[in-house]
């Protein structure tokens, strides 16, 4: 994402006026709200752990034992609500 801001940003292109922009993060950083904002964007920010309550585990926890998918550690919950607040976001930006 960050090289396709920056690329924006060098084009000199801007957001328009009509556009909107939804950034999801899933901890309290905020990193991909900073780096939109840095390029010259303002974006409607989401943080997982704020918005819905999502538990952040380290994947680190798990270094050197067995691989697991990304799924072992977000519940289905989480899951659909997180997709439910993404998606009345988006459809609030756009009206």
């Known amino acids: 994402m960050y090289g396709w801001i920056a690329d924006q940003r060098e084009a000199g292109l801007r957001q328009d006026p009509g556009s909107e922009i939804v950034t999801v993060d899933g901890c309290p950083f ?9 390029s010259g964007f303002k974006p409607t920010s989401i943080v997982l752990t704020r918005n819905i309550g999502m538990k952040k585990k380290g994947l680190s926890e798990d270094i050197g034992k067995e691989t697991k998918g990304v799924m072992t550690y977000i519940s289905d919950d989480d899951v659909k609500r997180a997709k439910e607040l993404i998606v009345k976001t ?5 009206e």
């Open 90 to 94: 988006i459809q609030q930006e756009c």
């Open 30 to 38: 905020e990193c991909s709200r900073k780096i939109v904002e840095q």
